[in-house]
């Protein structure tokens, strides 16, 4: 049974950082493209970043570039993301998806696996 849990979030004052973590069992998780999206209140479920299965590959949202960094530890079965210089607009629940694919898929339809979510909150 494959399981992603995310755990990171929280509440953080604009201009702050905080780093998500997402812990996958049940997989070869080194043969995965992994992602993060996010959804904040009332929007569609975005695409914040993704990261191909060695890590020699990334995608980023136009909205986080410069700010945002996915990485991932294979011995660790663990995928990151780091995010500095948060934005009230930021504010969303993360998820972490998990995708059997040789790139960096970026659509959520293309993912097979969740996670459940962590609430990120940025104050202004």
């Known amino acids: 049974q494959v399981q992603l849990v995310e755990s990171g979030g929280g509440l953080v004052q604009a201009g702050g950082s905080l780093r998500l973590s997402c812990a996958a069992s049940g997989l070869t998780f080194s043969g995965y493209a992994m992602a993060w999206f996010r959804r904040a209140p009332g929007k569609e479920r975005d695409i914040v970043a993704s990261?191909?299965?060695?890590?020699?590959?990334?995608n980023y949202a136009d909205a986080v570039k410069g700010r945002f960094t996915i990485s991932r530890d294979n011995s660790k079965n663990t995928v990151y993301l780091q995010m500095n210089n948060l934005k009230p607009e930021d504010t969303a629940v993360y998820y972490c998806?998990?995708?059997?694919?040789?790139?960096?898929?970026?659509?959520?339809?293309?993912?097979?696996?969740w996670g459940q979510g962590t609430q990120v909150t940025v104050s202004s």
């Open positions: 990261i191909n299965w060695t890590g020699s590959r990334t």
């Open positions: 998806a998990a995708e059997a694919a040789w790139g960096t898929p970026v659509t959520p339809n293309e993912y097979d696996y």
